[in-house]
């Protein structure tokens, strides 16, 4: 795998370069985000390791162009932020993940593999749960015929979430599409549950998540049972 790095912290990035080849992994490195933007559009890396605190762009500038660009390679941000709104912006920006600082190396290198085995959601026929369509192959969502924006972590949640409507679906299981495991951060799990709440229930008269206290989420139009 070749990983793009773009951290301006001169011995984080050699840590992080050194434990990641160590691992298997090619890395490239740019200490500001203007370079590092320039490289992610012009390269051909598989993943992205974004700090948010850069010179020149910030994390999120260099994401958003990233996706206005329609460059669809994982972004796992590297962050000292770690409030709800922050992880909100990065994740509408266009963020697949997030490290708040300080981090363990083993958890970057196994959410790195996650992310890389989750870059497409599983390929089919579109999904619907009342007016809400997902068309997988072209990562368009839909409701009441009006494009709805998700994320890409929403996007492997909604899935999930609409394949097994209208039954709840558990949170190891969300975690297991978000990570490829059955365990993750709870916190970024309620952030990206968030997230998909406000794409796809707020600007709509009828909510179709629902939490299931202690057990997960289900998908579902109540009304219609």
């Not at 370079?35 to 992205?48: E, F, K, P, V």
């Not at 679906?169 to 969300?174: G, T």
């Amino acid at each position: 795998m070749r990983v793009l790095l773009i951290e301006d912290n001169r011995d984080l990035a050699t840590t992080l370069w050194d434990y990641l080849e160590l691992h298997g992994f090619a890395v490239d490195h740019a200490y500001d985000g203007m370079t590092g933007l320039r490289l992610a559009l012009t390269g051909t890396h598989d993943l992205i390791v974004l700090d948010l605190g850069l010179p020149r762009l910030d994390g999120l500038e260099v994401c958003r162009h990233l996706r206005a660009a329609q460059h669809d390679m994982p972004v796992l941000m590297l962050t000292a932020r770690e409030t709800l709104d922050d992880k909100l912006r990065g994740f509408a920006e266009g963020a697949d993940d997030y490290l708040v600082k300080p981090f363990a190396m083993k958890e970057l290198v196994a959410r790195l593999h996650a992310l890389h085995r989750r870059v497409q959601p599983l390929l089919g026929a579109p999904l619907q749960v009342a007016d809400l369509e997902y068309d997988a192959a072209r990562f368009r969502v839909r409701r009441g015929g009006v494009s709805v924006t998700v994320t890409r972590a929403g996007l492997r949640l909604l899935e999930v979430l609409m394949r097994r409507s209208p039954l709840v679906v558990s949170h190891a299981d969300l975690a297991r599409a978000l990570w490829g495991e059955a365990v993750g951060d709870p916190n970024a799990m309620r952030t990206h549950l968030h997230a998909l709440r406000q794409a796809i229930d707020k600007p709509f008269e009828k909510p179709l998540l629902h939490s299931v206290h202690g057990i997960g989420y289900r998908l579902a139009d109540d009304d219609a049972s």
